[in-house]
């Protein structure tokens, strides 16, 4: 079977300027810190990063952000890391960052239909709201805080619903406990997140392990991620801690 | 009267008024901040399953120092111990259980609520954009929506005819819980259901912008 093994920068080597790049976490808890690392050497510029928030400065996507590789968030909570709102309102185009908002539900079951061949899905989420579509001003004069294209309402037996599409990217960072050489996947705790959707849901999937094993060694039934969505192995990440 | 006012903190009162509706074994999930006091004053014998939408059914206290497992946090990034019986999942599973109306009860706070049940908590454009996370699927998705938050913001009320800043859901909320009193919307209507002892119709009317009616029986607030 084909080695998937790899070093962090080895892995990263295909993410070039202008990819989009899916980040698994929740306030960096489930990132793959050892990818990001590595990303943030390589330093491509102008990518899109999908991930649930964004980290906190100097923590998971929040080091791509201060080191000015991000182009694009798509997220559903920024207000943890001060340094988003200080680049959405910046006129220097160098610093500038554009933020799309998302429901987290939403979000996390959009990657999940680009992972699993569905057209989208019918959620009351966001009903009657700016997310159904729509523009949000600045007050202070900066580019529009939300623009969100217009989306289909579709009724189901009385009940209004959102026409939300499907998620990809390019690439997936995602993170792991114990992942043996083929690449299936176990997480502990509160690390699995958006890991196992993003994991099926980009063309190139990294994952950032703890642990590596041998195949046959993790439980079938403990396996949460197959190896046939894994493309690369890096290990040597670190337990997470606050 | 003086040395029979509530001496308590106003968040203290909104949350243990909070805690005294919920039922042993509800699905409960707490937003940050004032919520979270809910679990710290749940009466004797109530146990709730709380949920954390980064994944965890059945979170337990927050973790003893030294004691933390690296891997297991809450929704607001801080150690957190789970319940014999709980579950982690990701986060699709997560808002399923949400969207899905498996959760009994959403906790959390506003920056305005209206009197079409409307509420907005996630944007104050020009000030902040901290985003909306979970709080649009918790909203359209608990059985049960309890806003709990101090009644004005430096006087200025938050409970309006209409809201102003953009919306998280439409006419979703149920009950509006403040250190003044409890409002619950009975068929549709914005109604004063309990008033704290310590405060007049009067006062809630004067710090309210929203038009409400008085519930007949009209319970003091505990």
Known sequence: MRDKILTADEAVAKIGDGA????????????PEILIDALVRKGSRNLTIICNDAGVPGRGVGKLLTNGQIKKLIASHVGLNPEVAERMNTDDPDRKLQCQLVPQGTLAER???????????????????????????????????????EKQVINVDGRDYLLEKPLRADFALIRGNKTDKFGNTWYNGTTRTFNPMMAGAADYVIVGTVEIV???EIDPNNVVTSGIMVDAIVGGEKPWQI | MADLKDTRDPKTIIAARIASELKDGDVVNLG??????????????????????????????????????????NAGAKYVTVNPGAMF?????????????????????????????????????GKMVPGMGGA???????????VGMIHTQKGAPKILKQCTLPLTAVGVVSEIVTEMCVFEFIDGKLT??????????????????????VADDLKPMI
């Open chain 1, 20 to 31: 989009t790049v899916m980040v698994g976490g929740f306030m960096a808890c489930g990132t």
């Open chain 1, 111 to 149: 990657i999940r239909c680009g992972s699993t061949g569905l057209g989208g899905f019918l959620t009351p989420t966001g009903v009657g709201t700016v997310i159904q579509g729509g523009r949000i001003a600045d007050p202070n004069g900066g580019d529009d805080l939300i623009d969100v294209e």
């Open chain 1, 214 to 216: 041998e195949i046959g």
């Open chain 2, 32 to 73: 940050i901040g004032l919520p979270e006091q809910v679990a710290n004053n749940l009466p004797e014998g109530v146990e709730l399953v709380l949920q954390s939408e980064n994944g965890i059914m059945g979170m337990g206290p927050a973790a003893e120092g030294g004691k933390e497992n690296v891997d297991i946090v």
């Open chain 2, 89 to 125: 999942f990701d986060s699709a599973t997560s808002f399923g259980f949400i969207r899905g109306g498996h959760v009994d009860a959403t906790v959390l706070g506003a920056m305005e609520v209206d009197e079409n049940a409307n509420i907005a908590n996630w944007i104050i454009p």
């Open chain 2, 136 to 146: 649009m699927d918790l909203v359209v998705g608990a059985k049960k929506v309890i």
């Open chain 2, 192 to 213: 004063l259901t309990e008033l704290h002892p310590d405060h007049t119709v009067e006062e809630v009317t004067a710090a309210t912008a929203a038009g409400f009616a």
